[in-house]
């Protein structure tokens, strides 16, 4: 430990040897031979082993709930009696 950071007024040598430290980290190490593919999907309320099926159904209904609170605004604008024909 240097003589300069010992001479700061007010600081004591173990506030000193606290801060030189630095935080303790700790690492997880990831190991792949423990990690098991994920095939067991009977508690999911849909099935994504099939790729084109999954990606159809997933579209369709990501389009429909975006879709949804346009068509509903154009219905209140265009019905008859709505906001655009009064």
């Known amino acids: 430990m240097s003589s300069a950071a010992l ?7 173990t506030q000193v040897l606290r801060s ?3 935080p303790v980290q700790r690492r997880f190490i990831w190991n792949p031979q423990y990690v098991h593919p994920h095939t067991h ?3 999911l309320p849909f099935n ?3 790729k084109k099926s999954f990606t159809i159904k ?13 068509i509903a605004v154009a219905w209140r604008w265009y ?3 709505g906001i655009k024909n009064p």
């Open 20 to 22: 030189s430290r630095g």
């Open 41 to 43: 999907v009977d508690h």
């Open 7 to 13: 001479s700061r007024v007010g600081t004591t040598s």
């Open 48 to 50: 994504y082993l099939n």
């Open 58 to 70: 997933y579209w369709s209904y990501v389009g429909a709930g975006f879709a949804l609170p346009w």
């Open 79 to 81: 019905r008859p009696g």
